[in-house]
């Protein structure tokens, strides 16, 4: 499996047929039997999402990253958990938000602090390099952290539902599956927790 | 609309899942109501802002960290049940087959203490040295009761006083009557 998944083919989308590109149903469907290629492309085109979706969560990027494995490790162990009933995004998302939250629980009875948040050394980190000015990268970055941090005050059933609206523009409705709560707890709790982060961002205007 | 509608559907204004009057209604509040406006534009502002923010991606490491994980699992030896021969008797461990034991056993004791009680009750009468001159059709052979008799069932139902001849005790000599005492 280490040749197939050299970090040269996980580049590479997955087209057999060359003309198609797979829907995630169908490559789990694949994964499901035994064809580990489609596990590599389900892994590269949620490896990200996931990143982004649990570090706005849990504030730690590296915490994030083992998350995001551990959710890719889930995928690889249980892929037979999998039926077709709902959509596979809802399904893996279910699995990250899960795992997310169980951290957080940990986090809070551990109250240990982490070293790394401590270090200044500069992690990787990508972001988008549209930096055109000094000051206004200084603002944005400002800013950045300012909703951050907002977000980080939200209670937790709140925030899971800002993250997927919000940022990850789930619709309502797939939101509704991966929390588990009627469609209209979800339109509240959005609405809501609206409310709430213009309170705490109210100078940024 | 009060203040608490209204915010119940700013949501629902900026999704364009109102209907026309409910959109009416909410756009006549705004109108009247600057700091509803005010509320609303904050809102949209912070959507925007938070639509904006740059997306997080993994580390160049991340896979190669993924994949190591991913061959552990799959050369994880699976965990084997040894089945032990255990010392049991009759499938119980020795120390619950003693508690077991004494547990029945106790039992047994006790129900059988219990229940020879029970049988030997009937000889158990106080003494009576009397002589009752009781129902002649009682069919025993004197009609005397004493303590070393033990009752036999009779044909004859005692309840049954339809038969019943009822006799004259004598009590001459026997009843002494105690004086009035002043």
């Known amino acids: 499996m280490m040749n197939q998944l050299s970090q040269n083919s996980y580049m590479r989308p997955l087209t057999m047929d060359k003309q198609l590109v797979y829907t995630d149903e169908e490559l789990i469907k694949r994964f499901q039997d035994d064809d580990e290629q489609a596990y590599v492309e389900l892994v590269n085109r949620y490896r990200d999402r996931l990143m982004n979706f649990v570090y706005r969560f849990v504030n730690d990027y590296e915490q994030s990253e ?22 596979f995004s809802t399904w893996i998302y279910t699995i990250a938000a899960n795992l997310a939250k169980s951290e957080l629980r940990k986090k809070k009875t551990r109250k240990v602090t982490n070293l790394s948040q401590m270090s200044t050394e500069e992690r990787e980190y990508e972001l988008p390099a549209v930096q055109p000015d000094t000051d206004q990268s200084i603002e944005s970055e400002f800013i950045q952290k300012r909703i951050q941090a907002a977000i980080q005050k939200l209670p937790l059933h709140f925030r899971t539902v800002t993250i997927l609206r919000d940022i990850q523009e789930l619709s309502y409705e797939e939101i509704s599956k991966i929390v588990d709560v009627p469609l209209g707890t979800v339109k509240s709790r959005i609405n809501r927790a609206r409310i709430q982060l213009q309170k705490e961002l109210k100078d940024l205007r | 609309m009060d203040r608490y509608k209204f915010e119940d559907s700013i949501s629902a204004y900026i999704d364009n899942e109102l209907t026309l009057t409910e959109r009416q209604e909410f756009e006549d509040y705004i109108e009247k109501n600057p700091d509803a406006k005010s509320l609303l534009e904050d809102i949209v502002n912070n959507m925007g802002l938070i639509k904006g923010l740059p997306k997080v991606k ?47 056993v106790s039992f047994i004791t006790v129900g059988y203490t219990l229940w020879s009680e029970n049988m030997n009750r009937p000889n158990q009468l106080p003494n009576f040295n009397g002589n009752i001159t009781a129902n002649p059709n009682i069919d025993s052979p004197n009609n005397n009761i004493n303590n070393d008799q033990k009752f036999v069932s009779t044909t004859i139902d005692s309840a049954d006083t339809t038969n019943n001849k009822r006799t004259k005790v004598n009590l001459d000599g026997k009843v002494n009557f105690v004086k009035k005492q002043r």
């Open chain 1, 66 to 87: 083992d998350i995001a494995q551990e959710t890719l490790i889930k995928l690889y162990t249980h892929k037979h958990y999998y039926k077709n009933i709902a959509k």
């Open chain 2, 58 to 104: 993994a580390s160049s490491s991340f896979m190669s960290k993924l994949l190591e994980k991913v061959e552990f699992e799959k050369n994880k030896p699976s965990v084997k049940v040894i089945n032990k021969p255990s010392n049991t008797f009759f499938g119980f461990t020795p120390l619950y087959a003693s508690i077991m034991s004494v547990l029945i």
